[in-house]
């Protein structure tokens, strides 16, 4: 069994264990395609005034493109410590550990006040929880770009979707879907 194929079981089995209230059980890591992170941060138009939050960040590689190539900060969000080890090798490597941060938490304890930007790739079966917290603490106008499990009952500003093959290594769907939704005023 190749690399990819490990990854895919792994996913798997992660996600059929899945318990609601395990912070640790909110998704398994799956590195996000580099198209994607691009796109998703093209989708939030993010540039050099945004501050983005990534909630399960993983390896950090859409706060350090949104940092590296936006001129943004940013704060990465985990459970697991290893993969925030990992983000935080890969930001002071890129050269942007100062405008990139990343910590071990869980995304229901994280302070998203400050967030101008909130990027998402978390299972369907949380994301209700987590738009009740984004409408609760976010600041009218902050984008929100979701990768593939939208948030239900918010009213969505745009949709994009396009093919990427290496994603179906472990969802087994070469589709990628993002949408883009805007905090409504209160």
Not at 19 to 30: F, I, K, L, Q
Not at 98 to 109: H, N, S
Not at 141 to 161: C, K
Request: hydrophobic share 45%.
């Amino acid at each position: 069994m190749n690399a990819r194929a490990l990854l895919a079981a792994a996913c798997l089995v992660v996600a059929s264990n899945v318990v609601a209230d395990d912070p640790r059980s909110v998704s398994p890591y799956a590195a996000t395609p580099d198209s994607v992170v691009e796109a998703m941060l093209k989708l939030a138009a993010v540039g050099p005034r945004d501050y983005v939050i990534d909630l399960g960040s993983g390896d950090g590689r859409l706060v350090i493109a949104a940092a590296k190539q936006h001129g943004a900060r940013g704060l990465g969000v985990d459970i697991d410590a290893k993969l925030v080890d990992l983000a935080k090798r890969f930001a002071a490597r890129d050269g942007v550990a100062d405008r990139a941060q990343f910590v071990v938490q869980d995304l229901f304890e994280t302070d998203v006040r400050p967030a101008t930007v909130v990027t998402i790739y978390l299972l369907p079966t949380i994301m209700d929880r987590v738009g009740r917290k984004l409408r609760a603490e976010l600041t009218p106008s902050t984008r929100i770009v979701v990768h593939d499990f939208p948030l239900p009952g918010w009213p969505v500003d745009r949709v994009t979707s396009f093919d990427v093959p290496e994603k179906r290594d472990y969802t087994f769907n070469e589709r990628a879907t993002l949408y883009l939704y805007t905090v409504p005023p209160r």
